[in-house]
């Protein structure tokens, strides 16, 4: 049985760090893109960013460029999401997912593809 479970969220003032954690259980990230998403109220879900486990290309939309990163831990079958220079406009429920992907492609920037999914973890950043 597949499970991703994001934890790590919490409130913060504008300008504080949180980091994300997602951990899989029975599936492979080592051959996979995960990816990370977020929705606050009222707007749909939106790509934060994604690595491809195998090589480690990783890609970040425009809105958290330079404050976000993402690395792996492949032994513990886990992705991290450091986010730093947090803004209000950061607060959402983040989710990561997971997709089978090729080594070296980049990973899918939609939802879409994604079939596993993790519960969310919450994410408030207050001004």
């Known amino acids: 049985q597949v499970q991703l479970v994001a934890s790590g969220g919490g409130s913060v003032q504008a300008g504080g760090s949180l980091r994300l954690t997602c951990t899989a259980s029975?599936?492979?990230?080592?051959?996979?893109?995960v990816g990370w998403f977020r929705q606050a109220p009222g707007k749909g879900r939106e790509g934060v960013a994604r690595?491809?486990?195998?090589?480690?290309?990783?890609d970040f939309a425009d809105s958290v460029r330079g404050r976000f990163t993402i690395s792996q831990d492949n032994s513990q079958m886990t992705v991290y999401l450091p986010m730093d220079s947090l803004k209000p406009e950061d607060t959402a429920m983040y989710y990561c997912?997971?997709?089978?992907?090729?080594?070296?492609?980049?990973?899918?920037?939609?939802?879409?593809?994604?079939?596993?999914w993790g519960p969310g973890t919450q994410v408030t950043v207050s001004s």
């Open positions: 997912a997971a997709v089978a992907w090729a080594s070296g492609v980049r990973c899918p920037p939609d939802e879409a593809p994604y079939g596993y």
């Open positions: 690595i491809n486990t195998r090589g480690g290309r990783t």
């Open positions: 029975g599936y492979p990230l080592t051959s996979s893109c």
